[in-house]
Every structure is written in C-alpha cells, then in structure tokens.
C-alpha cells in the first residue's frame, strides 16, 4: 500500500536533524563516495533526506569539490537514481556533467523546503516525486545478507 502526501508542508529532513537513526549501520551510505555511471568519482554522500512521517530515505546530498570545505558544492539526487551500493562507494545512473548541472542547492539558504522545493529535482532527472500516483519505492540495490530487518515500532528510519 502508498501512501501519497497532499500538504505543502516540510515533508523532508536531513537524517542528521531527526533524532532518528537507520536500523542498519551498514546501510548508512553518509561519506561514501558517488560515482557516476561512467564510474567517475563526483564526491561524496554527506548527507540523507528522509521523508519523516514514512521513515524512507527520499533524498542524497552530494558535496564534491573544494579544498577542506572551501569552495565545495552541493547537489541533491533522488535516491531512486541509485543503482548499486558498496561498501565504500554508490553508484547512480547518472552523469557527472549531468549532476553538476542539476537545479541548485544551497544547504545554509534553505530553511523550510516545501513539496514545491524538492519538484524540480525530480523533473530534472525524468524521475516521479514520491507523492505522486503510482510512485513506487525503488528496490534498494543491496545483497541479500546487507538487507536489515525493519521493525515497524522502532525509532529508526528505514533502510534505503
């Protein structure tokens, strides 16, 4: 059964500013690297976008570039561009020259993102927002022995 959200309201928020945690350590993907379809290294996972009131993971931050955090960028990518997870990298079908001319993000100006926010991002990349009709929650691309078991009752975001 899906779940659709009708309201405008915040609906994601970074992992970090939750409280909650992922259920499995193995599958917190914050610091790997990203690798583009091409298998270019475009940076690094710094952060999850979830989707609070569902505990699904809607959202990847990417930072890429500078030099001890000057001058770096920030991207954001539906997860359902995710195509495969390793230990120390993600994959995503995507470009690197696609990516790094993705709508803008600027993690200290935005404050209270709405629906509206996070639309373009899925436009971009030919993607449906996960509050649209027959949105389906991508398959995460982990083995069978990486899978954590999700307890319902728990205080803990599920896995990807």
Do not use: C
């Amino acid at each position: 059964m899906t779940t659709h959200h009708t309201s405008t309201s915040i609906e994601l928020q970074k992992l970090d500013d939750t409280g909650l945690t992922l259920d499995d350590d193995r599958q917190d993907i914050r610091g790997r690297k990203l690798i583009d379809g091409a298998g270019e290294t475009i940076g690094h996972v710094s952060n999850l976008f979830i989707d609070a009131a569902e505990r699904k993971v809607r959202m990847l931050e990417v930072r890429a570039g500078g030099f001890l955090g000057l001058g770096d960028r920030h991207f954001l990518l539906p997860v359902d561009a995710v195509t495969r997870v390793e230990d120390d990298a993600v994959h995503v079908n995507e470009t690197r020259e696609r990516i790094v001319h993705s709508p803008g993000y600027d993690p200290h100006l935005v404050e209270a993102p709405t629906r509206e926010y996070w639309e373009p991002f899925y436009g971009y990349y030919g993607l449906p927002p996960y509050w649209g009709n027959d949105y389906l929650y991508p398959g995460f691309p982990l083995s069978l022995e990486q899978r954590p078991t999700v307890n319902e009752h728990s205080s803990h975001a599920q896995d990807l």
